[in-house]
């Protein structure tokens, strides 16, 4: 069975919407001060370079192609685990996984520490999970 692109296009959409708000509450809010802040006590010439607008808009961009991915990868999975939440948890895991092992430089290089690192990842796992359950919510095949 072939992938509904359109129904992708849809819930990638509505994923990137409920990534970029929860990333802007778990990042930008509840974690961003103390991220930047261990951070910057190791590398002072990255002050106010999270908050750039060029940094917020790649951000912006980066979580719609985020939820487009993930509702791809739930549609791709789909057939052979089934529809619902169950399967967008799969998916998310995927994503949230990739991130973990592509942002464990921050943790090797000293930018945050172990703490931080682990309530981070705790949050994108939070925000993939939920990200993808929207959009897996409004793709049908």
Not at 49 to 77: C, D, H
Not at 130 to 141: F, H, I, P, R, T
């Amino acid at each position: 069975m072939a992938i509904n692109t359109p129904k992708v296009l849809v819930g990638g959409l509505a994923a990137g919407v409920v990534a970029n708000i929860l990333g802007f509450l778990l990042f930008g809010l509840w974690l961003g001060p103390r991220m930047e802040g261990e951070a910057m006590s190791v590398a002072p010439s990255l002050q106010d370079r999270s908050m750039s607008g060029t940094a917020i808009g790649i951000n912006v961009i980066a979580q719609f192609i985020t939820g487009l991915l993930l509702v791809w990868l739930y549609a791709a999975i789909r057939p052979r685990f089934g529809p619902g939440m169950k399967t967008a948890t799969y998916a998310a895991l995927v994503v949230w996984l990739c991130g973990f092992i592509f942002h464990l430089d921050w943790l090797i290089m000293g930018l945050m520490s172990n703490g931080t690192y682990a309530l981070a990842s705790i949050a994108a796992l939070i925000q993939v999970v939920s990200a993808a359950g929207v959009g897996a919510a409004l793709y049908k095949e």
